[in-house]
């Protein structure tokens, strides 16, 4: 079990479970779906300068100076930049599915109009099988 | 160094001044805000003619921002295409900023001007840089500016439709961000000439991983181009925005064709060993099912503003039907026609407008109703953006799509590009003219709304009309600026020689 091995299957385990929300009906599941996703590609991202354990970022303040084996910085200042975005487009989206189903009264990404018991998988027709 | 040579920092800096001060204006004298929306967009126009007119004969202009040396720094790079992109955008801003003031429809939201002009300001600065990562951020602002604006008026139709266009663009950047860091892990640079440099000495056992990389990111700029089969999120978007948004998101799909164009001759072009035009395959047949998917749609239209949309996504494909052939020839006749059908769209969506606020409850169906006022008129200019759209003459989409069929023609695949494009364009012909004589000759009994107090939102689709007449009239000059644009953009020695100084060969 190498450090490497469970970077990757995180981020393989976040991504399948951030593409079966994403493809759920409902905008609550999606937009989780979407977080999923977006931490995925930060720690992928991440891992992109390589995993290094225990070096300093091109300059070692202990040492006085350049080192040779060093940890990429740029891909951190990358998944800065990216964790800012999608932590406001997550913010964004919620606002904008929050008005959505307020101003339609579905929750439904398609826009279509279901009973919430119905989408619950709650009402009694559904229960015994007789739904659509 | 002197003013001028700060000119390429400008189209980015301008509209980033003028969205604060625009917004904080806009809380006690709107007219003020207005006017500073209106200046920069003038001030935008003039520097992007200044720096066309400097790079036109033929030099690159690299800006290091920060003075950071490319590749450690970002580099703003100045072309004749980013130049011709700059000069696009400007008019097109223009035309749909004086459509949405004229009309009212800047009203109907808080804050439509600070918005337009954080839009410019990722539209000018994805046409500018020369970093992928900084593509990835301009293409975030830009995008997040347009879902503010694609929602301006509100709405249900547009509050279903928006979640549906932010969901599709929040799982694109991720997947943008995937490739990037993809191709960062693999070539250590996100410098795009540097990276075209990098990728001809990745090992062999990392060419597949190359290769996902080059496909992932093209796969992330077709569907900003709403490439089919990534087209679905557009037609619904685009019908429910405000018709002004609406016009200039007419340059939002060009982006990403511009991304293409840009990024696969850089990174995966003839130097890029077993990457070398990784996209090329699959672009060619993508570009012509979208040509058949857009003017199918014009055939069924229900409406003018839908209509429209699949205009767009008919022309992004006719468009890159020239740009798949990758030479100097059919680029050159791709880019006439990229400038073209941005205008044309524009105008279709902006007549479509002009005839909703004269038919009321009928709004701009595709269906007869009462006789409204000032229809002769609407129609002639209806029938115009039509001839635009579908290529007749003696409107420039004709010369375009004439440049495109003759520069295809030396292509292996030229049967199926001239089949598409002269099919496609039979189907345009036959949509428009049946949604033009529904709406404009057939009438039905009853009375039309009141006609709004004047004409003045003639005057943006009517400069549309006049800009597309203007070049067809110029097309010799612009299609020769367009062959030495395309010319340029095949041959990235040259612009990484001008961003990397000593490092390139």
């Not at chain 1, 390589?50 to 951190?76: E, H």
Request: with cysteine.
């Amino acid at each position: 079990m190498t450090y490497e091995f469970l970077v990757a299957s995180a981020i393989g385990v976040l991504v399948a479970g951030g593409i079966y929300l994403a493809l759920r009906a409902r905008t609550f599941q999606v937009v989780l779906g979407l977080t999923l996703i977006s931490y995925a590609v930060n720690l992928f991202l991440f891992a992109s300068g390589r995993l290094v354990v225990g070096r300093p970022p091109i300059w070692d303040a202990v040492k006085g100076g350049a080192v040779s084996a060093y940890t990429d910085p740029l891909p951190q200042a990358l998944v800065l930049t990216a964790i800012v975005i999608t932590f406001g487009m997550t913010a964004f989206v919620v606002i904008l599915s929050l008005r959505s189903f307020l101003e339609t009264g579905s929750d439904h990404v398609d826009g279509d109009t279901v009973p919430c018991d119905a989408q619950d998988g709650l009402a009694h027709g559904l229960a015994e099988g007789e739904g659509p | 160094m002197s003013l001028l040579d700060h000119l390429p920092i400008l189209p980015v800096a301008i509209p980033a001044l003028a969205a604060p001060l625009a917004l904080l204006a806009m809380r006690r004298r709107r007219g003020l805000g207005v006017a500073i929306s209106l200046v920069s967009c003038l001030a935008l126009l003039g520097c992007a003619l200044v720096l066309m007119g400097r790079v036109s004969g033929g030099t690159i202009t690299a800006y290091a921002l920060g003075e950071w040396p490319a590749p450690f720094g970002i580099v703003l790079v100045a072309d004749r295409l980013a130049a011709l992109m700059l000069v696009l955008t400007a008019v097109l801003s223009l035309i749909a900023l004086t459509h949405a003031v004229v009309t009212g429809a800047d009203r109907k939201g808080w804050h439509f001007h600070p918005l337009f002009q954080f839009q410019l300001m990722g539209l000018n600065g994805a046409f500018l840089t020369g970093d992928l990562f900084n593509l990835f951020v301009f293409f975030e602002v830009l995008l997040i500016a347009s879902y503010g604006l694609m929602l301006h008026g509100q709405g249900p139709a547009r509050l279903k439709a928006g979640v549906q266009y932010v969901v599709v663009n929040l799982v694109g950047s991720a997947i943008f961000l995937i490739a990037l860091g993809m191709l960062y892990a693999l070539t250590g640079t996100l410098n795009m000439a540097d990276m075209g440099l990098a990728v001809a000495e990745v090992p062999a056992a990392d060419q597949g991983l190359l290769r996902i990389a080059g496909l992932l990111l093209v796969s992330v700029f077709a569907l900003k181009a709403a490439v089919a089969p990534l087209h679905l999120w557009l037609p619904r978007t685009y019908a429910v925005s405000t018709p002004a948004v609406a016009a200039l998101f007419a340059i939002m799909t060009k982006v990403g064709v511009y991304a293409i164009i840009r990024v696969v001759p850089q990174v995966f072009g003839a130097d890029a060993g077993a990457a070398a035009w990784v996209p090329a395959p699959y672009l060619l047949p993508a570009a012509l099912v979208s040509a058949v998917i857009g003017f199918a749609g014009v055939f069924v239209a229900r409406s003018l503003s839908e209509q429209a949309s699949y205009a767009v996504i008919g022309s992004t494909g006719t468009l890159l039907i020239a740009v798949a052939g990758w030479s100097a020839q059919s680029l050159g006749a791709g880019l006439y026609y990229l400038v073209h059908s941005t205008l044309a769209a524009a105008a279709l969506f902006l007549v479509a407008d002009v005839v909703a606020r004269r038919r009321g409850a009928y709004s701009d169906n595709a269906s007869p109703g009462p006789a409204f006022a000032v229809r002769g008129g609407i129609g002639l200019m209806f029938m115009a953006a039509a001839i635009a759209a579908t290529g007749l003459p003696p409107l420039s989409g004709f010369i375009g799509k004439l440049l495109i069929l003759k520069s295809v023609a030396a292509l292996p695949d030229w049967s199926w590009s001239w089949g598409v494009i002269l099919g496609t364009t039979l189907i345009g012909v036959i949509g428009f003219a049946r949604v033009g004589s529904a709406v404009f000759w057939k009438a039905t009994e009853g009375e039309a709304p009141p006609a709004p107090a004047n004409r003045l939102d003639f005057i943006a689709p009517a400069a549309a009309l006049a800009l597309l007449a203007a070049l067809s009239a110029g097309a010799g000059w612009a299609s020769v600026y367009a062959e030495a644009t395309a010319a340029q953009v095949l041959d990235p020695a040259q612009s990484a020689r001008v961003v990397l100084k000593d490092r390139a060969p």
